[in-house]
């Protein structure tokens, strides 16, 4: 029997396999969509904390289509305040690296193959038994399957997700795209704040990926422009650092939200990634937390003893135990509310024109561009999270 089951090959799903199998520990992968589902077209924004976790599991070098972020140009629309970070602020290749979320996917579905690790895919898991000496899977074929320790990973889109803690619906979406410019972008990137929601062009290939954040009415109006339209308005609303906006490829909708279910759940049975909390994605911050969240249990289950580690073979202390996963938890804690925290900040602050906060926000900005040990600071906790 293996001693971890993990639900989801995601991405998460998958680092924590692999750094898991580093570890010497063996692990099970279920995962709900078949093998030949269709890539998902969405754009990651990686940071090189993340860049060093994928390295580290051979899965770097495997990756192509990658573009880095050696700058990012911060703003506000309408008032004062610049700030610039820059690679060399903290002594690293690269702040973040831009690529497709479906070439880190079919990497990673690469590794596990090559690491025999075995994952059978089309399985959905339709509800999770916590007992006293194991937890148990009821995947939807009728098959009941026991581990000591059951890793959720599986994006949040499992029915058998507790309520959250705590959530708040920011009634924004976010309209997402590629778009060219009339400047080269120089592997900068720009997160410009406005009234409305935050707008960010990441550097990938030779144009932006684009988010652009509105509320709910706004954006579904706005993905519906017309090109020439779309483009006009984007200008007005993001100005003209990189020139005119030349083309868009078509664009896509999705809400934004914040909900922290936390990585407790119950003995045996612990939830990392978007599982465990879902973040706006102002300073691309929820992806990287995930990450980081897979690395460390990992970590945590390699130092904790796992010979034994089958049903009812798990005392205290051991894989799966309460007292190991409340060591997760409390480990985690300070970065994943630090990214909880960090982006509803940004969000609920910058989101507005409020005369006060929009004269405080340009102080923020300014004090940033001026002290270097605050952007070293704010550059580390961003690459590295909480730890940096």
């Not at 390295?55 to 192509?64: E, H, S």
């Not at 993001?238 to 914040?258: H, I, M, N, W």
């Not at 340009?362 to 590295?384: D, N, Q, S, T, Y």
């Given at each position: 029997m293996s001693s971890v089951l993990i639900v989801?090959?995601?991405?998460?799903?998958?680092?924590?396999?692999?750094?898991?199998?580093?570890?010497?520990?063996?692990?099970?992968?279920?995962?709900?969509?078949?093998a030949d589902a269709r890539a998902d077209t969405r754009t990651l924004a990686l940071s090189h904390g993340a860049r060093l976790i994928l390295?580290?599991?051979?899965?770097?070098?495997?990756?192509?289509d990658v573009t880095p972020i050696t700058r990012i140009h911060i703003s506000q629309r309408g008032a004062l305040g610049v700030a610039r970070l820059a690679?060399?602020?903290?002594?690293?290749?690269?702040?973040?690296?831009?690529?497709?979320?479906?070439?880190?996917?079919?990497?990673?579905?690469?590794?596990?193959?090559?690491?025999?690790?075995?994952?059978?895919?089309?399985?959905?898991?339709?509800?999770?038994?916590?007992?006293?000496?194991?937890?148990?899977?009821h995947a939807a074929d009728g098959r009941a399957l026991a581990a000591p320790l059951v890793v959720v990973a599986d994006g949040g889109r499992g029915d058998a997700a507790p309520a959250p803690r705590f959530e708040r619906d920011y009634d924004q979406m976010a309209v997402v795209c590629e778009v060219r410019t009339e400047l080269p972008h120089g592997n900068q990137a720009f997160e410009r704040f406005t009234p409305e929601g935050p707008a960010a062009l990441l550097p990938k290939g030779d144009r932006y990926a684009l988010v652009w954040t509105a509320s709910n009415a706004d954006a579904e109006r706005i993905a519906a422009l017309p090109d020439d339209a779309f483009l006009a308005a984007l200008y007005r609303h993001?100005?003209?650092?990189?020139?005119?906006?030349?083309?868009?490829?078509?664009?896509?909708?999705?809400?934004?939200?914040?909900a922290y279910?936390?990585?407790?759940?119950?003995?045996?049975?612990?939830?990392?990634?978007?599982?465990?909390?879902?973040?706006?994605?102002?300073?691309?911050?929820?992806?990287?937390?995930?990450?980081?969240?897979?690395?460390?249990l990992a970590a945590l289950c390699?130092?904790?003893?796992?010979?034994?580690?089958?049903?009812?073979?798990?005392?205290?202390?051991?894989?799966?135990?309460?007292t190991m996963l409340a060591a997760y938890a409390r480990g985690r804690r300070a970065d994943v509310l630090g990214g909880v925290g960090f982006t509803d900040f940004l969000v609920r602050v910058f989101s507005n024109d409020i005369p006060p906060l929009r004269h405080a926000r340009?102080?923020?900005?300014?004090?940033?561009?001026?002290?270097?040990?605050?952007?070293?600071?704010?550059?580390?906790?961003?690459?590295?999270g909480a730890r940096g």
């Open positions: 989801g090959a995601g991405p998460v799903g998958a680092v924590c396999a692999l750094a898991l199998q580093q570890q010497g520990i063996a692990a099970r992968v279920l995962e709900a969509q078949p390295d580290r599991l051979g899965v770097w070098t495997k990756l192509n690679a060399e602020d903290v002594a690293v290749p690269a702040l973040g690296y831009v690529l497709p979320y479906a070439v880190l996917t079919a990497a990673l579905k690469q590794a596990l193959a090559e690491s025999l690790i075995d994952v059978e895919y089309g399985v959905a898991v339709e509800r999770i038994e916590s007992g006293t000496a194991c937890a148990t899977v993001f100005g003209g650092r990189q020139g005119l906006f030349l083309e868009a490829s078509p664009r896509k909708t999705f809400p934004l939200k914040l279910i936390g990585s407790e759940a119950a003995d045996h049975v612990v939830r990392i990634g978007n599982a465990a909390q879902t973040l706006h994605p102002v300073a691309g911050q929820g992806f990287n937390i995930g990450l980081r969240d897979a690395w460390e390699g130092d904790t003893p796992h010979e034994s580690s089958r049903c009812g073979d798990s005392p205290a202390g051991e894989i799966g135990s309460a340009g102080l923020g900005l300014m004090a940033l561009e001026v002290l270097p040990p605050l952007k070293r600071f704010v550059a580390r906790r961003m690459i590295f």
